[in-house]
């Protein structure tokens, strides 16, 4: 009996620290709305200019400048386009532009304008492909800011969306935190 009674002590506490009073399950991505839910500090991008996001060294990396670059057009460092913007483009038809957007809801924003939910460096992100040959990647950065990382690839064998992919590492990387 007294042997009976241990065992069912000890299936209730077991069930109550896996189930009520254990870790909680891991959400999928799509269900988180705040930066918090990812477990990553918050970037600060509202904070910078985004072509400090991305070195002109970086950009070289990326394949986003050419042997082009000293040509007018083509310069090796991003093109601030407005405040919140940056372009980068080389001359064989690769171009990367990052915008910075501040909404509520960003982290649900990042999540919801792509095909599928997934993470870029922990941050929550999605990308939306266009035949391989342009991509828009998503990344929510704090629970007030976004970023979108459009680009056109025609050039690259892996496609766009990769190319977005990368650039947005480069460009988390180098984001300040708050």
Known sequence: MEM??????????????????????????????AIADFEVKPLAVGTVKPCSLITAQQAGELGLVSAKSDQVGFPREGRPQTPTTCFWADSQGSSLDLQVHKADKAVS??????EKAEQIKGYPASALDVQ????????????????VFQTMA???????????RKAAEVAIGNAPTS
């Open 154 to 164: 025609s050039n690259k064998p892996d496609g766009a969306c990769a190319l977005g």
């Open 109 to 114: 924003l990042a999540l919801s304008q792509g």
């Open 4 to 33: 009976r009674r241990r065992l069912w002590v000890s299936l209730v506490a077991l069930t109550l620290l896996t189930g009520c009073g254990g870790a909680p399950a891991t959400q999928e991505p799509a269900k988180r709305t």
């Open 132 to 147: 391989g040959k342009s991509c828009r990647v998503y990344v929510g950065a704090s629970d007030e800011y976004y970023l």
